[in-house]
């Protein structure tokens, strides 16, 4: 496993934007996905996005909306999330998934879209 460290979440009004970052603080393991799930009040966690080397995958309710992206040499891993809605509102963890396909998670990092 490996250390991982999330930024950007916070406030914002709907139909705004927010980026959410999440690094490596060690890079010791080679990393072969990365990703995003969420979980909103009373829900169970749900993937967000994911990455790798086939590409990104999105769920349908940010399809459109949010885009992932990585620096696979940074080990870092981006949210960028445009037209928030109310419904967006949820505590955001990333992860790593590392050659042995072990998991590792961001202490998770609390967006609320709210008027």
């Known amino acids: 496993q490996v250390q991982l460290v999330e930024s950007g979440g916070g406030l914002v009004q709907p139909g705004g934007s927010l980026r959410l970052s999440c690094a490596a603080s060690?890079?010791?393991?080679?990393?072969?996905?990365m990703g995003w799930y969420r979980r909103a009040p009373g829900k169970q966690r749900a993937l967000v996005a994911r990455?790798?080397?086939?590409?990104?995958i999105y769920a349908d309710a940010v399809l459109g909306r949010f885009t992932i992206s990585r620096d696979t040499a940074k080990k870092t891993v981006y949210l960028q999330m445009n037209s928030l809605e109310p419904l967006d509102t949820a505590i955001y963890y990333c992860?790593?998934?590392?050659?042995?396909?072990?998991?590792?998670w961001g202490q998770g990092i609390q967006v609320t879209v709210s008027s």
């Open positions: 992860y790593f998934r590392d050659v042995f396909l072990t998991d590792s």
């Open positions: 060690e890079s010791g393991v080679k990393i072969v996905d």
């Open positions: 990455i790798n080397n086939g590409g990104p």
